[in-house]
């Protein structure tokens, strides 16, 4: 079985500019999760998708951060324009939610580097 | 909000030797979940292993145990005949939310754990 894959695994890219993060996660998992962890930190959530509908955006910085996952399979997170403190790796998990507190896999993240 | 707490960010064991790692919690809810995840220098974050709230039985899987104080909101993991392999970033997490399989989790800082040879 395929785990979750993410992509690119390391981006750099210069302040102000746009970027993209693309996650795929395992087959037949309806939840999807991103999560952002800084430098030293345990992981945060950013935002939390039941097939394409997101049921927790709370933490998600809506000024530049915006999320899709428009069929309920893949989702992309985006960051228009990128600032410096932006620089972490960003996590995707999923998991079913079919039964109770079910196991979310993690992806191999993506690490920006903001220059 | 629930916060998780891991007061130990470095710790070290000797191969084969025992070690725990401490982990509290604060929330006010009744029923919720605890893990313990690795996260080794490749990034990839691996579940080590999980507790109910509602279960007094402290769970265990193979090398790996837990000590859960419900009362005390403490959630400690002890890792026997440690390995190499176990070097790592170790975090404890907060499950909360409908109690259906989707659900937000909340981790602590993390232990960096080295094992020696």
């Known amino acids: ?115 | 909000a629930q916060t998780v707490t891991q007061s130990q960010p470095e710790m070290s064991v000797q191969e084969a030797e025992t070690v725990t790692l401490s982990c509290t919690y604060d929330t006010s809810e009744n029923n919720y979940y605890l893990f313990w995840y690795k996260q080794p220098p490749s990034r990839q974050m691996i579940l080590v292993i999980r507790q109910e709230a509602y279960k007094q039985q402290n769970a265990t899987e193979n090398r790996f145990s837990v000590n859960f104080q419900k009362a005390a909101k403490s959630f400690s993991l002890k890792i026997s005949d440690s390995q190499l392999g176990d070097t790592a970033m170790y975090f404890c997490a907060f499950g909360s939310g409908s109690g259906a399989g989707s659900y937000q989790l909340t981790f602590g800082k993390g232990t960096k754990l080295s094992v020696i040879p």
């Not at chain 1, 999560?35 to 939390?48: A, H, M, T, V």
């Not at chain 1, 530049?64 to 428009?70: D, K, T, V």
């Open chain 1, 1 to 115: 079985e395929a785990g979750v894959v993410q992509s690119p695994r390391y981006k750099i890219i210069e302040k102000k500019q746009p970027v993209a993060f693309w996650c795929n996660p395992i087959s037949g998992h309806n939840t999807l999760y991103w999560y952002l962890q800084n430098l030293g930190q345990g992981p945060e959530l950013l935002i939390r998708y039941e097939n394409e509908e997101a049921v927790d955006d709370s933490q998600l910085p809506k000024d530049r951060f915006s999320a899709e996952r428009l069929k309920g399979v893949d989702s992309t997170l985006k960051i228009q324009p990128a600032e410096l403190g932006d620089s972490a790796v960003y996590l995707c998990a999923s998991s079913h939610s079919w039964s109770s507190y079910n196991e979310q896999f993690f992806g191999p993240g993506t690490r920006l580097t903001v220059l």
